[in-house]
T-cell receptor, first 113, second 114 residues
Framework: AQSVSQHNHHVILSEAASLELGCNYS??????LFWYVQYPGQHLQLLLK??????LVKGIKGFEAEFIKSKFSFNLRKPSVQWSDTAEYFC???????????FGKGNQVVVIP | KAGVTQTPRYLIKTRGQQVTLSCSPI?????VSWYQQTPGQGLQFLFE???????NKGNFPGRFSGRQFSNSRSEMNVSTLELGDSALYLC?????????????FGQGTRLTVV
């Protein structure tokens, strides 16, 4: 079964600081990887995804993530955060050909102006 | 285009009652997945429907059930509600349900069991 681990559930940082959120997954086969964001009171939105090809993936709002197959990791980064990045971030994995998405427990990120 | 619509947005029920939640997917999408979101457990997969057939089910008791209609709208039902069923229930719609194409989430139904 596929599973996802996210650490440091609560992250507080100041505007302009850099953000990195760790994500490790457990699955023996080919995976599709995702980062979703949930802004306060809003629905889950896709930030970026990785299916194949270049392991460095760029998403919306200046976010990027790097897939490191040997480490079973898909860490999310943003060089300089803004107050509007305050949200909960979820890493998710789908075993290729599978029709369920396994989510991590999320990172609550608070950016202080 | 219209997004994924979940109704109702908020619901308060008493222990022992049953509840039905509805999800209308994006037009043309045939797959609907349901997730339960709680602060302690995060997002957990409930089930997925495609063309009126349940293709996959998560590790939830039989009190949780669902169905999908010919127009792809889906309902989930929880019988004999327990306090621990209080959660945000999310549905996601996609073309095929294999996550190779983008899935879109609704805003969820917030269920409170008292």
């Amino acid at each position: 079964a596929q599973s996802v681990s996210q650490h440091n559930h609560h992250v507080i940082l100041s505007e302009a600081a850099s953000l990195e959120l760790g994500c490790n997954y457990s699955y023996g086969g080919t995976v599709n990887l995702f980062w979703y964001v949930q802004y306060p009171g809003q629905h889950l939105q896709l930030l970026l995804k990785y299916f194949s090809g270049d392991p460095l993936v760029k998403g919306i709002k200046g976010f990027e993530a790097e897939f490191i197959k040997s480490k079973f990791s898909f860490n999310l980064r943003k060089p300089s955060v803004q107050w509007s990045d305050t949200a909960e971030y979820f890493c998710a994995v789908n075993g290729a050909g599978n029709n369920r998405l396994a989510f991590g427990k999320g990172n609550q990120v608070v950016v202080i102006p | 285009k219209a997004g994924v619509t979940q109704t109702p947005r908020y619901l308060i029920k008493t222990r022992g009652q049953q509840v039905t939640l509805s999800c209308s997917p994006i037009s043309g999408h045939r797959s609907v997945s349901w997730y339960q979101q709680t602060p302690g457990q995060g997002l957990q997969f409930l089930f997925e429907y495609f063309s009126e057939t349940q293709r996959n089910k998560g590790n939830f008791p039989g009190r949780f059930s669902g169905r999908q209609f010919s127009n792809s709208r889906s309902e989930m039902n929880v019988s004999t509600l327990e306090l621990g069923d209080s959660a945000l229930y999310l549905c996601a719609s996609s073309l095929r349900g294999d996550w190779s194409t983008e899935a879109f989430f609704g805003q969820g139904t917030r269920l409170t069991v008292v």
